[in-house]
């Protein structure tokens, strides 16, 4: 496995290219990563992950600079995960001049939900994940689907930017207890942490009334938001959406139940397609 810290030295390993899969990644690895390495190498010859902590989809209350950066365990994780490439640049190499150029997502896809509640969060993202699919050029790119919101931005930013990259959502990977495997979980005090797979039952408990026939879905919602405030969480929405574009749904539309809710200081996300 090789480590790039240079654009130009990762397109210089990169200038004999197959076909090539990407995931790009904040760093702090876990399973749920490794998982899309190795569904990366069955659809490429080559594999490439970025470890880079953009500041730019940060809020400025949030915790871009505590983000835990965890390089050598990392790389570990993802030679063992069978990567070929890891590109790791200083902010300086992805941000030579101050960012003036943005891919700006469409209002209903980004004030809505994570957008709503992070301003500016998707517009980061894209932004920085435009940058680096032109680095890297891939055929495909792996994310997970726990960012649901985000795999919905950055497959309407490949369609319409007409780039020409398969986007693959990969299954959420969860603990036993069925809490999804997230970076920001190390950040749970022992309390929160035994009390953090709530959040997944409770979406779990909304998503089986819906196959039972439900369909009053702001009840549900409201029910589901008032169980978890009252064991302590601090809600910041539970929603049930159309999957395509996570608007409110029709008859007969895919569904999946979202949310993110504060535990003790920890905001997780979840969500379960129905």
């Not at 654009?7 to 749920?32: C, D, K, W, Y």
Request: with cysteine; aromatic share 6%.
């Amino acid at each position: 496995m090789q480590i790039h810290s240079t654009i130009q030295s990762l397109r210089q390993a990169l200038s004999s290219r197959t076909r090539v899969a990407f995931a790009p990644t904040m760093g702090n690895l876990h399973e749920g990563h490794a998982s899309l390495m190795r569904e990366g190498a069955k659809h490429a010859d080559t594999v490439v992950a970025s470890i880079f902590v953009n500041r730019t989809q940060f809020g400025p209350n949030e915790d871009f600079d505590t983000y835990p950066r965890t390089l050598e365990a990392d790389c570990a994780r993802l030679q063992a995960a069978g990567v070929d490439h890891v590109f790791a640049p200083a902010e300086s190499e992805l941000y030579p001049t101050p960012q003036s150029y943005f891919v700006t997502p469409s209002a209903a896809h980004d004030g809505i939900l994570e957008g709503a509640t992070r301003p500016g969060h998707f517009r980061g993202a894209a932004t920085v994940v435009c940058k680096l699919f032109n680095i890297v050029q891939p055929d495909v790119a792996l994310f997970g689907k726990k960012d649901y919101q985000q795999l919905m931005v950055l497959r309407n930013m490949v369609s319409e930017l007409c780039l020409p990259i398969e986007i693959i959502g990969c299954e959420i990977v969860r603990a036993e207890d069925g809490l999804a495997l997230s970076s920001r979980n190390g950040y749970l005090s022992a309390a929160a942490r035994a009390e953090a797979p709530r959040l997944q039952r409770e979406l779990a408990a909304l998503a089986a009334a819906v196959r039972g026939g439900e369909r009053d879905f702001a009840r549900l919602e409201k029910a589901a938001s008032a169980h978890l405030a009252a064991a302590g969480w601090q809600p910041d929405y539970i929603a049930i959406r159309r999957r395509s574009d996570l608007q409110a749904p029709d008859a007969g539309d895919a569904l999946v139940v979202l949310a993110a809710a504060k535990i003790g200081t920890t905001r997780l996300i979840d969500n379960i397609e129905i």
